[in-house]
């Protein structure tokens, strides 16, 4: 037994800014790999009033290293909510007009269960010990806290990337609770690329011996180091090669010439540099370790004999799928097949391909057409739904 | 002062199993940084016989982590040369009519000085000490090479990815030198993202505590796991999205289901991991941040006021300029851009661009059109140089 003094995880781990639902011994959840989970807790965020007839309810999921804090200043770093662009007071998600659930991941670190969460078998942080959880346990789970809140319906489930494939799990688990859905830039499974450069940045987690098997907590030590090679090279996959080339190019950092060393002599050197350092600060190692692995089993189509139209077979969800030109972590060929199993299904559906050079991170910023298109689908389905006309 | 026993470098850094020439206190190296390198070595192969007239030597030029060893089995793992579809007796660069020159680059670790070599200065190996060294310090030492090896003019200087940034360098500091070049799969600077890539990579280096600031051969360490990390990451993009999900898609590796664990579940981990272990037992990791950096530092066009079309202007030298259309690490558009500079230069020039899903290491793999076009190539600029015909 390690008597060091504990390293605490993040404050919002166990004593989060947030709404919270804790699911006890009643509630179980059993997990894709089988195990039942519990008790467990989830983190939430709301915005604006559930109408009378619990008809306007929106859940935005959120990506890989997202949070609940969609629309409101983060409690880690006081930077505005991640999708402010999109939801807020008059934007295409009103918050004057639906109300808004945004729930942390099942696996975070930001108040919901995951590895840095204490295990209530030991009193200690789970660590590996926590299951593994697939992108269905996530939305099993922000199943429950709709129970829990008593929305048997939702309006509409927005997404983007990670957060995308859980619009989609919702579709396929729930079609009867999801009037509408909107996947942004995502896939229906994770390629063979995909993967690839998640084990990347497991195995750089891994690597470091701060990270102590995972113990790190135990042991009050932090892989921050290979947690930075991580987000580094995940970052990269976030923009475009065009983007980088417009925004960084070949800038040196700061200098008139190169220094002929390993310094951050190019902005894109510094750039990444900052971008793995701040990260680490944020998110817990162990829950980058859960999510990009529930990425890598997201595989909807294997779910159903191995044809994604069977997961939207006879569906009567709203959908509209949203990708971005430039953006080659889930390229718009992989919307391209979930349009056509929808299409295949019998589904309805739209289909938007933003031109843009921003690559996939596209999703993330203000951008009119963007927010066109998730405006106008909302105000469609509003009318369709019966909600009272802005 | 460290007494450690010290873990030796890889026999081939101080007792290479190739050609090696030194060049003396009176031959000094005086690098882009304008450090005067000296004495230094260049560990080098040949194949086949220099003719009377010596107008028939072709240099290869090699790749990040390549070496001297192009069409003979390689002294540290037995594996056959590098380019044995492209360099041997009867093909198209034919060992039977060329003669073969490949030479370690500086800053290697197969014989060439590199920072793995041992400094004169204090006895002990390079490591940070070594200075940098770019594109044209590795082609003016090459220059040396030829200048001993009695060669005033090169046939051909043939090379992929930052072998194919030598051939550029090549023609331009040298045109007189250079009968005919062939740059293959590569670009004329290195962009945002590829620098991006090679700095997670050197990071993954650095961060690994037995990286010892780059004092591991003295300390008897070695940042195996962190250069693994680098080497995982860069064979993704060595590799195309089409032709990892060809290869492996989401293909389980030697079991029915998930383990819902950090374990090699699918194939490409499993691989990753391999190509990223077989590599640090070849590979020196100073190394790799030296030559990666020399890439980083690669931009032939600012060396001529910002337009490449003055690197080649009036050049006499006839090109071969190749690409691969899913390489999306030097993609067409670099090659391209390379071809226009030529044209704009007056440079004799033609462009193959080759239909493969394979990416970058596309050019490493016996393709029948790569290999027709050098073979129709060198066969050509052959019958222009007076060599006599097959």
């Known amino acids: 037994m390690n008597m060091m003094p504990s390293r605490t995880a993040n404050r919002e781990v166990e004593a989060p800014s947030s709404l919270v639902v804790e699911f006890g011994r009643d509630r179980p959840l059993v997990t894709d790999a089988g195990v039942e989970l519990s008790p467990f807790c989830i983190a939430y965020q709301t915005y604006g009033r559930l109408n009378a007839e619990r ?137 063979s690329q995909n993967i690839a450069f998640h084990e990347v940045g497991r195995q750089a987690v891994m690597a470091d011996p701060d990270w102590c098997k995972g113990r790190y907590l135990d042991e009050g030590r932090h892989p921050g180091k290979g947690l930075a090679v991580a987000r580094m090279a995940a970052h990269i996959t976030y923009l475009s090669e065009q983007a980088l080339q417009r925004k960084f190019g070949r800038k040196l950092q700061e200098r008139a010439a190169p220094t002929f060393s390993f310094d951050a002599d190019f902005q894109i050197e510094n750039y990444l540099r900052h971008q793995g350092l701040s990260f680490v600060d944020r998110f817990d190692a162990n829950s980058y370790l859960y999510v990009t692995r529930a990425c890598d089993y997201f595989d909807l189509a294997a779910d159903h004999g191995g044809q994604l139209a069977l997961a939207f077979k006879g569906s009567k969800t709203r959908f509209c799928v949203v990708s971005f030109s430039s953006d080659w972590l889930y390229p718009t060929s992989a919307s391209r097949a979930i349009v056509h199993a929808l299409n295949a299904g019998g589904a309805p559906v739209s289909f938007v391909d933003i031109e843009t050079d921003r690559g996939h991170d596209a999703f993330l910023i203000d951008d009119p057409e963007f927010n066109a298109t998730a405006r106008g689908f909302l105000e469609g389905c509003a009318r369709m739904r019966g909600l009272p006309q802005e």
């Open 55 to 191: 008809s306007n309810a929106i859940l935005v999921c959120h990506a890989l290293t997202g949070d609940q804090h969609v629309a409101n200043a983060n409690p880690l770093t006081g930077k505005p909510g991640w999708w402010t662009s999109l939801v807020g007071p008059g934007k295409p998600v009103d918050t004057d007009r639906f109300f808004v659930i945004c729930s942390n991941v099942l696996g975070g670190c930001m108040g919901t269960t995951g590895p840095a969460s204490r295990d209530p078998a030991t009193g200690r942080p789970y660590a590996l010990d926590m299951p593994m959880v697939t992108i269905r346990d996530m939305v099993n789970a922000q199943a429950m806290l709709m129970d829990h809140l008593g929305i048997a319906t939702l309006f509409c489930v927005v997404g983007g990337s990670m957060g995308g494939m859980q619009v989609l799990q919702w579709a396929a688990s729930y079609p009867a609770r999801v009037f509408s859905a909107m996947p942004v830039a995502t896939a229906a499974r994770h390629s």
